[in-house]
């Protein structure tokens, strides 16, 4: 069984950056991959970001180019440094795991989640 715990949500202007981080454990960080996922208010829980043992890593168009994923493979950590934020950035960020070797992006990918993070973007 995968524990995960979020940290690092907030309120932030819009521009701005804001740091995500997420702590594993009951896990091998070498069999895990690992992503983030958001889900405003009223939608869908919807893909951010995820990377896989191995390091790859793949981005929702929506982030690409200002949010980066990356993994402390010897602390079993993962974090999400989130850059330029936008007001439609707002919503709960979650932190998922999964025992495999690919890089998923679906959220029935995923079998562990974490309680999740508030992030707010004020414009």
């Known amino acids: 069984q995968v524990q995960l715990v979020e940290s690092g949500g907030g309120l932030v202007q819009a521009g701005g950056s804001l740091r995500l981080s997420c702590a594993a454990s009951g896990g091998t960080s070498r069999s895990l991959a690992m992503g983030w996922f958001r889900q405003a208010p009223g939608k869908e829980r919807e893909f951010v970001t995820s990377?896989?043992?191995?390091?790859?890593?793949t981005y929702a168009d929506s982030v690409r180019d200002r949010f980066t994923i990356s993994r402390d493979f010897a602390e079993n950590t993962m974090s999400l440094h989130m850059d330029s934020l936008k007001p439609e950035d707002t919503a709960v960020y979650y932190c998922?795991?999964?025992?495999?070797?690919?890089?998923?992006?679906?959220?029935?990918?995923?079998?562990?989640w974490g309680q999740g993070t508030q992030v707010t973007v004020s414009s």
């Open positions: 998922a795991a999964q025992l495999g070797f690919g890089v998923y992006s679906r959220k029935t990918d995923y079998d562990y």
């Open positions: 990377m896989s043992w191995s390091g790859s890593t």
